[in-house]
């Protein structure tokens, strides 16, 4: 293994330039971390086949302005997204745009609606 290591080169080829932190598109680290924080607060509740989509992604100076359709197979299933009132869609949304935040560096409004797709 000490072979190896000292056979290889201490810097390697730039495949992206130094200010691009991922290969993937915006809407699809977007989609990501909305997923992420749903599977992470609803726990085994909401089964891993939930989709999301961005139906509007608009980058202006002062803000990024996202919305979003969270899509579940069945019509029991939104209850659990929307939550008591709309308590877990709130806690979903507040804690994913806080992450998008960071990642994006400007102040993001997001919006967040349930439905369902039975196919």
């Known amino acids: ?9 201490e810097t390697g080829y730039k495949f992206y330039p ?3 932190s991922s290969d993937q598109p915006d809407r699809f680290i977007v989609r990501e971390i909305i997923r ?10 909401v089964p891993h086949s939930v989709a999301i ?3 509007e992604f608009k980058d202006t100076p002062k803000i990024l302005r996202i919305t979003g359709s969270i899509v579940m197979e069945r019509e029991s299933q939104k209850g659990i997204i ?6 877990m869609i709130k806690q979903i949304g507040t804690q994913a745009r806080e992450k998008i ?3 994006f560096g400007t102040k993001v409004f ?3 609606f349930v439905r369902t797709n039975k196919n």
């Open 110 to 112: 997001l919006e967040l």
């Open 36 to 45: 992420e924080q749903i599977l992470n607060l609803t726990e085994e509740e």
């Open 82 to 87: 929307i939550g008591a009132k709309g308590s």
């Open 101 to 103: 935040e960071a990642i």
């Open 1 to 9: 293994m000490k072979f190896i290591s000292a056979s290889l080169p």
């Open 53 to 55: 989509l961005i139906d």
């Open 18 to 20: 130094d200010d691009m």
